[in-house]
């Protein structure tokens, strides 16, 4: 089992910059410092990390195409062995609930698992062979064959409010792995110990099937200099990172000023927001605004999913209101990830309650440590439509009420909002078939998963999911950091012309030695090209 130190992991080798600050990670629950000392990677220590991520792809060039597959499923069978000190580590530094700690790390081995099957049967990449016709008119037909190849080492930056699932071994780091990337993992600093277990299973899985040993890098510490550091070198192909607007557009804006540009994913503010039409409300009051309260309160509001503003007509919001704040009251204290995210949450709830137009209906306090309360807020379409505040992300156990004399009026603040990674719209046997469908299409312009009759905490884990969406929920509306179509943002097309079968790809070669699924001249089949 490894013990913790408080190093990086480069190329390889555990390392500590003695000169370097240093930081704790902290117990949000009692303000507790947890051993060990941590050390804050610098500039060089990036520097080293992508240099060692690159040799590292370099050589996986030359590897069996399906050793990802191998590291993937390597990892989750560590990550598993860890066992209790895994769990106990994580608990200490986040104040999550065992239960909570044991489903992610489940979720987590699962996407480890899921990506090493989607290697495994390569499919993926998505090969499609146009073979030659040198007979053609007026000019003879190339061999064109085209496929999805990896791009090279990644930085990933992990999140912390899922400091398993989208923590340094999580989706973005599979999916990446999957692909045949390399990586560069920025730890998240709330949970340092959690990430240098996390590596040192990955080290193991590396070290137990002899591949390169750079394929996976971890630094940490707080600040921003490392995380600028990886984004601005020139041997980072692309970002993964899952966190704040303000933090995603910081590397969003340093990566399209490299002399190279190169695309970030960053999955970032979302408030989710939450329709009920009046035949809804009418039949099934209760449920809504228990299953409203519960997707609020969950993991104390700190899922990037947690519904921020619903839109409820007039006539209907004090008995629903009333009904919410019922089922808050049970959950008087909330710990939160850490203090910043608790501190920067009671600002935003603070200024929330001070804008014109805004009624305070449960005021979230702090309770102690990195604690809260949970908050209730209403307002009315005019002032949501005039107050651009009012349409900002409140990153923990609160939510708004938005008050709506018609459809169309809480459309036009729908509109108003921009993208989102969900939205939601309920609906009753009584409510018109026509607002229905107009208010699922304004619904869907802004988001990347349409929930109808639900609540949008809960992402599946598949081939159908999207977890993305319209900026400024992400960077890229066309992709997704969590289900198998994942991996689509680590990868490039290339296109082969005229080139010798015994130098094309695997997955490109007339023989197919992989046995996967092509499109060849059109049509879809696992035959041979000839």
């Avoid at 390597?74 to 990550?79: F, L, Q, V």
């Avoid at 999580?170 to 999916?175: F, P, V």
């Avoid at 070198?233 to 303000?246: D, Q, Y």
Wanted: charged share 20%; aromatic share 6%.
């Amino acid at each position: 089992m490894h013990k913790l130190t408080g190093s990086h992991l480069i190329d390889g080798q555990w390392r500590q910059e003695r000169s370097s600050r240093t930081f704790d990670a902290i117990d949000p629950s009692t303000g507790a410092t947890l051993p060990p000392v941590f050390f804050s990677a610098v500039g060089t220590e990036a520097n080293s990390a992508a240099e060692a991520a690159k040799r590292a792809f370099d050589l996986s060039l030359d590897l069996p195409p399906k050793w990802s597959a191998d590291l993937l499923d390597k990892i989750a069978a560590n990550i598993l062995d860890l066992g209790n000190a895994l769990l106990e580590r994580v608990e200490k530094e986040t104040a999550l609930p065992r239960a909570r700690v044991t489903g992610e790390r489940g979720r987590t081995v699962n996407q480890l698992k899921m990506f090493a099957g989607i290697a495994r049967e390569g499919s993926w990449g998505d090969a499609t062979i146009d073979t030659a016709d040198p007979n053609r008119q007026p000019l003879p037909k190339p061999d064109l064959r085209r496929m999805l190849r990896a791009r090279g080492p990644i930085a990933v930056f992990g999140a912390s409010n899922f400091p398993l699932a989208f923590g340094v071994c999580g989706g973005d780091t599979a999916s990446a792995l999957a692909a045949g990337n390399s990586i560069v993992a920025k730890g998240h600093p709330s949970h340092p110990g959690t990430n240098e277990l996390f590596a040192s299973a990955v080290l193991d899985a590396l070290q137990t099937l002899n591949l390169p040993i750079g394929l996976f890098n971890l630094v940490q510490g707080p600040g921003n200099e490392v995380g600028a550091a990886l984004v601005n070198h020139p041997f980072i192909e692309a970002v993964g990172f899952t966190g704040s607007l303000r933090g995603g557009r910081a590397l969003f804006d340093l990566a399209a000023k490299r002399d190279r540009p190169i695309p970030v994913f960053a999955e970032m503010g979302s408030v989710n927001p939450i329709l009920l039409l009046r035949g809804a409300l009418s039949e099934n009051s209760a449920t809504i605004a228990n299953g409203l309260a519960q997707s609020i309160l969950g993991g104390a509001g700190q899922f990037c999913t947690k519904p921020g503003v619903i839109f409820v007509p007039s006539s209907q919001v004090d008995d629903l209101s009333q009904a919410i704040v019922k089922a808050l009251a049970a959950a008087s204290e909330l710990v939160m990830l850490n203090y910043g995210l608790r501190d920067n949450f009671c600002e935003r709830c603070s200024h929330l309650s001070e804008i014109p137009g805004v009624k305070t209906i449960v005021k979230s306090n702090p309770t102690g440590h990195a604690s809260i309360s949970p908050g209730l807020y209403e307002t009315d379409t005019e002032h949501f439509l005039s107050q651009l505040a009012l349409r900002e992300e409140a990153f923990g156990p609160a939510a708004l009420l938005v008050k709506y004399e018609n459809e169309a009026d809480a459309l036009r603040c729908i509109d108003a909002i921009g993208g989102s990674l969900t939205a939601s719209l309920h609906i009753g046997k009584t409510d018109n078939p026509t607002i229905q469908k107009r208010a699922l299409a304004h619904l869907e312009s802004i988001a990347g998963r349409v929930i109808v009759n639900g609540f949008p905490t809960g992402v599946e884990v598949n081939d159908a999911v999207v977890h993305g969406g319209p900026y400024p929920a992400t960077t890229d509306s066309n992709s997704t950091s969590v289900g198998s179509a994942a991996i689509r943002r680590f990868v490039r097309m290339v296109a082969f012309q005229n080139v010798p079968d015994e130098l094309l790809p695997p997955a490109l070669q007339n023989a197919n030695p992989l046995q996967i699924s092509r499109t060849i001249n059109g049509q879809r089949t696992k035959a041979n090209a000839e």
